[in-house]
């Protein structure tokens, strides 16, 4: 692989090349540094022209950025620049892909969350990121049901061109990428270590297989472990880059949680899998839902959800692919009749429909119900009644 | 028995007795009639000043009321008033209670749905109807997680005071009658058949047992067979005395999606409870969460929705009944912190409390995750937080 390639993403915004890399060396130079995170190196970003100097400011200026006195003489004596080398040069031999802030490549949905990464470590297909992407997690300890589940939805969203997103941890985040390659979907793995550190060791062959047509992706240098607090840290990653985060099974104090109360954070779609309230690992989902996340009973329930022109593609593509209408002609005489008293362009009254039907409250309202859950009509509030277009 | 307690309910008002014997026993005739439904006998109750004058009335003045042209020569020639009379003699000697319409004792609830029926027949305690009641329904082929859990909820919100309203049908609607006798509540039935007809029979020691405190109901005249079309009918009387219904397990086309529907149109809360969507059972519920009805994780999640002073008188009298607070010795010394943080009378920003606690954005997320959880603050929408008094 040559540098070239190394920082293909990078080099499309026509920046001179060795400037490129000397900002991604300063980049991966002020991770490094001891109490710069992400909101500091956001400050840095966002007042500097150039990220690289920050490295020549004075204390004051240091200071108004909000970095932390210990970090001065690191920042001075330039500390960390033979390691950040170290690591750029790692990653342009092992085709590691650098993705930096500002600098086109860089996930545009990620931009928009408060705390964004200066760096994102990649391996795989960086380009995928411009699909639209749907997080699925949950907890390590999942039922049977719940990785079932997992790997089903992640399987009918990733067959039907979703890219999928997940944790890479074992239970449902595994269920999730094996799901959405059996569905010859492509996946993303967000990883709470290097991106050169397997984690679980047994999703060796399920990293892989990921890395075929998808990517793993990490903001933590190449070498770190997979410490415990490193994964709640990666989880606002997992929800900045999905439009809307399913989640599947998760435990009361469960981490998933977190992941979905982030994404509510970042203004992201949240999606449950509901199940029965005797399980613990449905706690999390149940409670969520009533919390305001969407119940997903199918694929269909997630895709209602994205954005309009992507929903319809989506929908539309699958009505193509069905061939035929055969549950049209499910309908009984009575419904058809009842369907016949409503419009696609107009509201209807309820009492306009009752009138007209001849039929019972009761028995109307069955009907309307089944024609309803059938998707041929809907209620709007207010007793109004729309058939919907087929 | 007396004719005196036969009609208990109608003597409340000071009605001269015979007056209203009188206007029972027309108002029996009336339902009697073809073609005679609720909406019609709401219309001329509300047109005439005396329910028995509609049998002095001309064609004109029938036809203005709705009544079909079937049935004025039997209304000329008072077909039906020997069967009104004993149907009305049998209640007295029977022990059954009248419950008219526009007459004291007749449920409040009941008078502001749409179609209410003009009498209701009753044995047991009608005056529990003005207790605060929950109705409890599901599907007659339920898992043994949905008995369980009708039972569970039924006895949680029975034994604190609460009526439960469920259909006496096999099923869920058995157990929740049964949970809530358990919990030493009291509950009523309301019958698809007459109220001298037991069904399903393996209920007639079920039926015994809630007549000891409780209440049979139904508008259908004594000796009325369980036809099923009576059972979407007596749905809206389910829903109709409830401040909410519980959706325990219903199947895609299941007549207790009907009630939930009926209990929406009615305004009233709609519960379920989620389930695994393996279950066809929980399909309904299910369906009903993503449709808008309250997720159903304990009886709290019911009590919450109930009208605020009733809310707070049961939650209070909970409170009283915990001996000491023990969990909250459980706070760790960072959660406690936290929570200093935080005001009772005054929302306070993410930010501020990110700036105040010193801790990471995503460990904050996660304690004040945990703090929501434990019902001590709550987030409101803007990413603000309140401490929520204990």
């Known amino acids: 692989m040559t540098k070239h390639e190394g920082i293909e993403c990078g080099i499309k915004t026509g920046n001179p090349e060795a400037g490129l890399s000397c900002s991604i060396k300063d980049a991966i130079e002020l991770t490094l540094l001891p109490g710069v995170g992400c909101l500091t190196q956001g400050r840095i ?24 006195g210990e970090a001065y003489p690191l920042i001075r004596s330039r500390s960390y620049q033979k390691i950040a080398e170290e690591i750029y040069d790692w990653g342009i031999r092992e085709g590691c892909k650098f993705l930096l802030r500002g600098v086109p490549g860089y996930p545009q949905l990620l931009e928009e969350i408060c705390d964004p990464p200066l760096i994102l470590y990649a391996r795989g297909y960086p380009e995928i990121l411009g699909k639209s992407c749907i997080a699925i ?111 599947i099974e998760a435990s009361e104090y469960s ?17 449950a899998l509901p199940g029965n309230i005797t399980s613990p690992q449905s706690f999390g989902p149940n ?37 035929g209408k055969p549950e049209l002609e499910l309908l009984s005489e009575e419904e058809a009749r009842l369907l016949q008293l409503l419009k696609e362009d107009e509201v209807t009254q309820f009492d306009k429909v009752y009138r007209a039907s001849g039929l019972s409250i009761s028995h109307l309202s069955d009907l309307l119900l089944k024609l309803e859950m059938s998707g041929r009509i809907r209620q709007l509030p207010g007793n109004l009644y729309v058939r919907l277009r087929k």
């Open 45 to 68: 970003k966002k007042n500097l022209r150039n990220i690289s100097d920050v490295f020549s400011l004075d204390t004051d200026a240091l200071a108004s950025l909000g970095i932390p």
């Open 137 to 247: 997690v949950g907890t390590r300890r999942p039922t049977i049901y719940g990785l079932q589940m997992a790997q089903g939805i992640a399987a009918d969203l990733g067959s039907r061109g979703l890219c999928i997103i997940s944790g890479l941890a074992r239970g449902i985040d595994g269920a999730a990428h094996r799901g959405c390659l059996e569905g010859n979907g492509i996946t993303i793995a967000i990883l709470g270590c290097g991106i050169d550190v397997v984690y679980p060791r047994e999703h060796r062959q399920l990293t892989q297989k990921i890395l075929q047509k998808g990517l793993l992706l990490s903001e933590f240098p190449p070498g770190t472990s997979p410490a415990p607090q490193n994964f709640p840290i990666r989880n606002r990653i997992i929800s900045g880059l999905a439009l809307g985060t399913v989640i």
């Open 255 to 271: 981490g998933s949680l977190i992941t979905a109360r982030l994404a509510m954070e970042q203004n992201r779609e949240v999606f």
């Open 287 to 323: 409670f969520l839902i009533k919390q305001g996340a969407k119940l997903v009973q199918t694929w269909r329930d997630v895709v209602e959800e994205l954005p309009s022109e992507l929903r319809q593609e989506l929908l539309i593509k699958e009505d193509a692919q069905t061939p």
